[in-house]
């Protein structure tokens, strides 16, 4: 028999267990003999393979010293978990939700990314990325000065996929649009861009088209979607950002099929790479001339 096929609920209950065993400077052997249960199970557990039951949790959130908020959390987390019916898509409106797909990210052998209005946060400049979060935080009634930094570093932090040894391979379609809409300013829309082709000369497993604005009949106009894929560790997603909430996920192969499909045909008609990479060096040189 085969190892098991980690769901997305239990992959993300996992990644938050480790999380906070890691954060209590715990090892795995120490957690398995807390609960008096195999090193393997905690393992299991970790990587998604395996739901554990209600006491067991709450003997490892008491082992870890976790907080009273994060136990609300993983409690919320593991009922999901253990959910027996399957669902076609999922909604991830739980507090944390933009640091478990960071997780997703972490964990895939392949990235493919398409977004028509803005750059990719994988791709973002801390400039471009602070006033991206300060716009979408501008209509959020709880939301303060001082909670835009740790999201802008947030975001830095999830572009270390792009330097670490193994990184993922990772393709994007970027819509022109993103390329001409001066966030902030010209100063940093122009850093921004810099910072594409810098990307692509410096690494290769990374891949950036543009979508001209003159294509009309792609499957994905109007659309942003990320495709995840982890090879034989565990089943591919489908994420789709939410203004609300930390987006959507698909997980049906039908839909990941669908998306993928989807996907392929945008990067068809988008510029191909070394003309992608001339239109970025051209916008530059035009807000170079309009300055």
């Not at 393992?43 to 994060?70: C, M, Q, T």
């Not at 669908?258 to 070394?274: H, I, W």
Request: charged letters at 30%; one cysteine or more; glycine letters at 6%.
């Amino acid at each position: 028999m085969g190892k098991p096929r980690a769901t997305l609920e239990r992959r993300q209950l996992g990644a938050e267990l480790r999380r906070l065993r890691e954060t209590a400077g715990k090892q795995q052997k120490e957690a398995a003999a807390a609960i008096e249960c195999d090193v393997s199970q905690i393992s299991r557990v970790e990587r998604g393979e395996r739901a554990f039951k209600v006491l067991e949790i709450e003997a490892l959130l008491d082992f870890y010293g976790a907080p009273k908020e994060s136990r609300a959390q993983i409690n919320e987390l593991a009922q999901i978990a253990r959910q027996r019916q399957p669902r076609r898509m999922y909604s991830d409106t739980l507090p944390g939700a933009f640091r478990r797909l960071s997780d997703h990210e972490q964990d895939a052998t392949e990235i493919y990314y398409a977004e028509g209005e803005l750059i990719p946060g994988l791709l973002q400049t801390e400039d471009y990325a602070r006033v991206l979060i300060r716009i979408a935080r501008s209509a959020s009634v709880e939301s303060t000065p001082d909670d835009i930094e740790p999201r802008v570093q947030f975001r830095m932090d999830r572009q270390e996929l792009l330097t670490r040894a193994k990184p993922p391979r990772m393709w994007f379609v970027i819509g022109e649009a993103a390329l001409r809409r001066p966030m902030g300013n010209r100063d940093i829309l122009r850093e921004q861009l810099l910072h594409l082709l810098e990307v692509i000369e410096q690494h290769p497993h990374v891949v950036i088209q543009v979508a001209p604005l003159s294509i009309v009949d792609h499957p994905l106009l109007g659309s942003s979607l990320e495709i995840l894929r982890f090879g034989s560790q565990a089943p591919d997603i489908v994420h789709q950002p939410t203004f609300i909430g930390g987006g959507v996920y698909a997980v049906e192969d039908d839909d990941i099929a669908e998306c993928t499909r989807a996907f392929d045909k945008l990067r068809a008609v988008a510029l191909g790479p070394e003309e992608s990479r001339a239109s970025i060096a051209r916008r530059v040189e035009e807000i170079d001339y309009e300055h």
